[in-house]
């Protein structure tokens, strides 16, 4: 079978999550600590918070800026249902925009008719690790004084203009679920400058103690959304790694870009001052393929190929149809990508000759 991914754990990982079993310091430790350093320099953040995953990360953020009842928040409609459930989590109210055809991104021209109306905040998704335009963006937040949340669930290692995705914004948000470039296996981290919003998080995520007084003193109704040592060990040594990943990630998104060029399958498309990390590399599949989208995908299994479809139109779903109702016309360019997105294997041991395999076998199907 080509796997649609492989979460590479070597000797490195085993030996530091044995040391801190042996250790007997299990949870929020040393090895936390460094992690969080480790992200913090690597992407140049002043502050990183470890969380125990992605999606807490993005719910402490919002509590973090104030994000309450009664608030509308902008989100990027073509996401994991994280995104946006995290908005109803605080108690507000999501207001889905629509993305851009060739990057599956935030279309800003979507953005701006959304800002006209209140909005406490947008989140950002940078889609499958492909960069979002955030000097768009963020001149677009400044100019009605929003803040913004990058969701960077899948970018970790994506830069736009050499700067590293979620240092952009006022926070920004890690996974390292395996399915992200890199892993921890449950992890988020929370990256920002503002100190203020650090330390709101670090009481969020620590049953509202507050970290820098003396003497415990809890300060507000938390959560326990710790990381483990465990966690923090696996998250050290998987840092290591990222800089390889990004660059072999890259080469066999390029090696598939030219062998499906010429064909009627769209590849994805990142912006010229962007490093995308090809978390995920998504396709479109021609219009008149999107119909039979899941006869390919069990088309390729049959042929030991594993692939899935891209991600959800969140409005569309039934929790948020059904709350908020959902009319086809509201996300045109979201309700179509959804359609025909399909995600190809893409991992460091996938060979040359089983990319050839995959574009070959998508042919034959699509045939
Ligand atoms: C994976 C993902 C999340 C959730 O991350 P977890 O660490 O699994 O909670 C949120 N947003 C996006 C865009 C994701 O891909």
Redesign the pocket.
């Known amino acids: 079978m080509i796997r649609l991914t492989i979460p590479d754990i070597d000797d490195e990982d085993l030996l530091g999550v044995r040391e801190v079993l042996l250790g007997g310091m299990l949870v929020q430790g040393p090895q936390v600590k460094s992690f969080e350093d480790d992200v913090a320099e690597y992407v140049g953040a002043g502050h990183a918070v470890a969380v125990s ?6 719910h402490l953020s919002l509590m973090a800026l104030g994000v309450r009842s009664g608030d509308t928040v902008a989100v990027s409609a073509y ?2 249902p ?2 946006a459930n995290v908005v109803e989590l605080v108690g507000a109210t999501p207001r889905f925009v629509d993305i851009d055809p060739k990057t599956y991104n935030l279309d800003p021209a979507a953005l701006e008719r959304v800002l006209s109306e209140p909005i406490a905040a947008i989140i950002a ?1 940078h ?1 499958f690790g492909n960069p979002a335009d955030m000097s768009q963006i963020l001149r677009q937040a400044s100019s009605v004084n929003v803040p913004v949340i990058e ?1 960077a ?2 970018s970790l290692g994506s830069t736009l203009e050499g700067r590293h995705t979620g240092t952009w914004g006022t926070i920004g ?1 890690f ?3 395996p ?2 470039a890199v892993t921890t296996g ?3 981290v929370i990256v920002t400058d503002d100190g203020t919003i650090a330390d709101a998080c670090r009481a969020l995520r620590n049953h509202g103690q507050d970290p820098n007084a003396e003497k415990a003193d809890f300060v507000v109704a938390g959560f326990n959304s710790r990381m483990t040592d465990m966690q923090g060990a696996l998250g050290r040594s998987q840092m290591k790694k990222i800089e390889r990943h990004v660059h072999e990630r890259r080469e066999r998104a390029a090696l598939y870009d030219a062998l499906l060029q010429d064909s009627e399958i769209q590849v994805p498309v990142a912006m010229e001052v962007a490093r995308h990390n090809y978390q995920s590399y998504v396709i479109l599949l021609p219009q008149h393929a999107a119909p039979r989208r899941s006869e390919v995908i069990s088309g390729l299994r049959d042929r030991g190929i594993e692939t899935t479809i891209g ?1 959800y139109n969140i409005a569309a779903t039934s929790f948020f149809a059904t709350k908020y109702g959902y009319s086809r016309s509201e996300l045109p360019v979201t309700d179509e990508v959804a359609a025909r997105a399909l995600t190809l294997p893409l991992h460091e041991q996938l060979l040359p000759q089983e990319q050839e395999r995959v574009v070959g076998s998508l042919f034959e199907i699509l045939a």
């Open positions: 995953n992605c999606t807490t990360a993005l996401s994991w994280a995104t998704v889609a969701d669930a899948c948000c996974s390292f679920h399915r992200k449950e992890g988020g991600t």
